[in-house]
């Protein structure tokens, strides 16, 4: 999606905001573009493609300016092109805007301003926003230092959707305005500069220091100081957050892709989700949560909502909650729950799941189980993401900036907090055995251990991905809590190799998709559960019958050996098996991809955090 960056401070901007720029192109964008305060006015240099290809826009080494705005577009409204690109200037060229989201009644406000004389050159929704500035800019009698602002806030009431904005003006050429609404937007606080950014690792380079803004607050940025609005335009006082990621977690280290290097950081990424909320002989730490016994047992349901692999991840954790908590627990994909009207009341607890915590759809499913009166849960890997400002509980996965569209260590660090999680209700509902929760613990604690033992399988996938990469078709197959596992590793497959895939329960396979098995197509199967491994090797046995290649992800010893390639895991409690066997699949979708010469880490049409609808 979109992506903004924004610098104000004594260097020239120029060179910062493309900088910001390219650390920002994981979230997938077509056109980019960067705008600045200059001594005859505000510039515009922008045009579809990468944003690289700034630097060879003629003028752009002779901008000077210390304030600057800049964007990634990924389009919406128009086709990439240069005209479509952002930034937008108002008819007048006294205003310069980038801005993230969608404007829903961008028609209205388009023919509102056509009437009142003015012109447009883009097909965007986001070419009304100067324009309404200006607009409320000429109309305003009083001239004072809070014009301008009294201008953007006017036409922020008038848009309706969802935005983060950045505005710079001719009418003050010191100071930067910005406002967000349901799309995510940072400050960075430096010394004598400020950044704006649409997530923290793209600046993380320069500060850590953040603020973080909340819907409908504005903030007017000079070099060294910062002043944040309401939408009544009342002062607000803001805390500044300390973020404790490094700017070398948002770098490559030496691996080819971030994807790679996110899949082999797994073992460490894990360490930190259990950090301290595991201790040794005694109950399970959440000191965000400290739910009673009674909340607990008020609790008759529990939704797990999220999108894509998030959601994946809450299919696994269903399994755990249910089995030791005895709770019900259903897992929903984020834009069916908002719109399907789901049962819920004060006796539900919702928990959301978002890596980004900026995706839009999980957002609004989150403000809709808090408008019937659910306790709502976000589990996060970003400190003070949207979600976690709108959620009556956090807890963060701490598995560090992921920057690869297709996700990898979030997703474990995501099962190994939901496993944790149904512990940690377990023991205040005392709903299993000490025994049980004991074996839980020091299987959990194991993990990352497994996890490098899995991770020396990438050879041997390798191999194997060397001999598929043109398949046309892959299915994924398995039982119980494997058919997750197939769930996701069939995204990941789509994602980044583009080849088509499907998972399938495997018990389901003869009740419609056998038919689509032929000579030679791959089925790679998943099993982890002892008393399904009869059930599993049946259905491998169907589709090898019908001329299939095999590949099987086991930590259990199999009876045939007809299976093509098997590759063994190491073992563990079954409901934490996803979090293992779920690598060598990482791995094969990563190798096949690079064997097509893909872009791994920006697969197409994809972004990293889907901040609209
Ligand atoms: C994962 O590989 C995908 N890129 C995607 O499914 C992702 O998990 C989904 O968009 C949810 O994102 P979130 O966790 O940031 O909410």
Redesign the pocket.
């Known amino acids: 999606m979109c992506g903004i960056i924004g610098y104000i401070g004594t260097k020239k901007a120029s060179p910062i905001l493309i900088s910001g720029l390219l650390r920002l192109e994981y979230r997938g964008y077509d056109s980019a573009g960067i705008s600045t305060v200059e001594k005859d006015g505000l510039s515009i240099m922008k045009d579809k493609g990468r944003v690289k290809n700034l630097y060879n826009l003629k003028g752009i080494d002779d901008l000077q300016g210390t304030i600057g705005i800049a964007h990634t577009r990924w389009a919406t409204h128009g086709k990439p092109s240069k005209e479509n690109s952002h930034p937008h200037l108002d008819n007048s060229q006294s205003f310069s805007v980038v801005h993230n989201g969608i404007i829903e009644n961008y028609h209205d406000l388009r023919t509102f301003l056509i009437n009142n004389g003015y012109t447009f050159y883009s097909q965007t929704d986001t070419e009304v926003i100067p324009n309404l500035i200006h607009y409320y800019y000429s109309k305003d009698t009083k001239d004072d230092e809070l014009k301008v602002l009294r201008a953007v806030q006017s036409a922020c009431k008038d848009l309706k959707g969802s935005y983060a904005i950045e505005v710079i003006s001719k009418y003050m050429p010191n100071n930067m305005i910005v406002v967000r609404k349901d799309s995510p937007l940072v400050i960075g606080k430096g010394d004598e500069e400020n950044y704006i950014s649409s997530d923290i690792p793209a600046i993380l380079s320069f500060t850590t220091k953040f603020y973080l803004l909340n819907d409908n607050e504005f903030a007017v940025l000079s070099k060294d100081n910062i002043e944040f609005y309401d939408i009544s335009l009342n002062k607000v006082q803001k805390d500044l957050k300390n973020i404790d990621w490094n700017a070398s977690a948002a770098d490559k280290n030496g691996y080819e892709d971030y994807m790679l290097k996110e899949i082999f950081e797994q073992p460490n990424a894990i360490r930190e989700t259990i950090g301290s909320r595991l201790p040794e002989n005694e109950p399970c730490n959440f000191e965000d949560l400290n739910f009673t016994k009674e909340f607990l047992s008020s609790i008759n349901k529990i939704y797990i909502v999220?999108?894509?692999?998030?959601m994946h991840a809450g299919l696994t954790g269903k399994i755990t909650i249910e089995q030791l908590c005895n709770i019900p627990v259903t897992v929903d994909i984020a834009s069916e729950f908002r719109y399907r009207n789901p049962i819920v009341d004060k006796n539900t607890l919702c928990i959301y799941?978002?890596?980004?915590?900026?995706?839009a759809d999980?957002i609004a499913a989150l403000k809709l189980a808090k408008s019937k009166c659910a306790t709502t849960l976000a589990i996060s890997n970003v400190i003070g993401s949207s979600i976690t400002r709108e959620a009556d509980y956090t807890i963060y996965t701490h598995a560090g900036p992921e920057i690869a569209?297709?996700?990898t260590k979030?997703y474990t660090s995501q099962v190994i907090l939901l496993n944790i999680l149904a512990v940690y209700f377990a023991e205040v509902l005392q709903s299993t055995s000490s025994e049980n929760i004991k074996n839980m613990k020091k299987s959990i604690l194991e993990l990352p251990y497994k996890i490098e033992d899995a991770l020396k399988t990438s050879d041997a996938i390798k191999n194997f991905a060397n001999k598929i990469y043109n398949e046309k078709d892959v299915f994924f197959l398995g039982r119980g809590i494997d058919y997750n596992t197939a769930l996701e590793g069939s995204?990941?497959l789509k994602?980044i190799s583009y080849i088509h895939s499907e998972a399938y329960a495997a018990g389901e396979l003869k009740h419609g998709p056998i038919a689509l098995v032929e000579n030679g197509i791959t089925v790679i199967s998943i099993i982890t559960d002892k008393n399904l491994v009869e059930k599993t090797i049946s259905n491998i046995q169907e589709v090898i019958t019908r001329g299939a290649k095999t590949l099987v992800v086991t930590n259990q010893a199999l009876p045939s050996n007809n299976i093509d390639v098997v590759i063994d895991v190491p073992d563990t409690c079954v409901y934490l098996s996803p979090i293992v066997s779920i690598v060598p699949l990482q791995l094969l979708s990563y190798y096949i991809s690079k064997e097509k010469g893909l872009d791994v880490d920006k697969p197409r049409n994809?972004a990293?955090?889907?901040t609209v609808e």
Request: hydrophobic fraction near 40%.
């Open positions: 999220a999108c894509g692999t998030a799941i978002s890596q980004s915590g900026e995706t999980t569209v297709a996700s979030a995204l990941k994602e994809l990293k955090s889907v």
